[in-house]
Structures are given as structure tokens and as C-alpha cells.
């Protein structure tokens, strides 16, 4: 069963910085545009930013950019999201999905991680 295992969430302060990974569990996913999404509670998952399999696009929401950067290395199945300059309202499970093609709508995605938990303290 193909997997998707994401880590390095927890608590940190405003203005911090957190790299976020998701590794694959299938060679397959090498060749596949990851997304990373979030949700907050009580409310629905969003768009973070999303890479082609390749690399060289990235996609990222307003409210993140400039502050978080999205990277793959194809050679260990694994996508990172480096965030900086940490706001409490970053504050979510952060979820990161394989598709195809790179896409903002989480319903475009066919696979997913369980997520992983930011907390950013004021």
C-alpha cells in the first residue's frame, strides 16, 4: 500500500522556523507533484504550496509566500516545506498529498499523509 508519512510538526514560537517532511513509501511517488495542505479547527484544509515532480515549478498561497519554501529530493522520495518567520496563525495539521500534476484543490489529490501537527505560540 502506497504511503505517505509526514513529519517534523510541533511547537514553536512566533517568528520560528519548522521544515516539514513527507516521505514516500513507493518509488513511484518520484515521479508525482506533492502538495502540502492545511487545516485548522473547525475549519476546511487549505492550499499551502505544491511542486511538480520534476521541481522546477512551485506553487504557493498568498499567505505563505515568501515565508515558506517547498523542495524535493526525488532521490529519497521526499518533499519539504520549510517555513519561516512562523505567525500563530500557521497554526494547523499540515497534510501533504501525491497527484500527478501539481494542483491547489485538495480534491484533485488521490493520496495522503495522516498530517502532522504545527502549534506557533504568540
Known amino acids: 500500500q502506497v504511503q505517505l508519512v509526514e513529519s517534523g510538526g510541533g511547537l514553536v514560537q512566533a517568528g520560528g522556523s519548522l521544515r516539514l517532511s513527507c516521505a514516500a513509501s513507493?518509488?513511484?511517488?518520484?515521479?508525482?507533484?506533492r502538495g502540502w495542505f492545511r487545516q485548522a479547527p473547525g475549519k476546511a484544509r487549505e492550499f499551502v504550496a505544491s511542486?511538480?515532480?520534476?521541481?522546477?515549478?512551485?506553487y504557493y498561497a498568498d499567505s505563505v509566500k515568501g515565508r515558506f519554501a517547498i523542495s524535493r529530493d526525488n532521490a529519497k522520495n521526499t518533499v519539504y516545506l520549510q517555513m519561516n518567520s512562523l505567525k500563530p496563525e500557521d497554526t494547523a495539521v499540515y497534510y501533504c498529498g501525491a497527484r500527478p500534476l501539481p494542483s491547489s484543490r485538495y480534491r484533485d489529490y488521490s493520496y495522503w499523509g495522516q498530517g502532522t501537527a504545527v502549534t506557533v505560540s504568540s
Open positions: 513507493e518509488r513511484t511517488f518520484s515521479t508525482y507533484a
Open positions: 511542486i511538480s515532480w520534476t521541481g522546477s515549478n512551485t
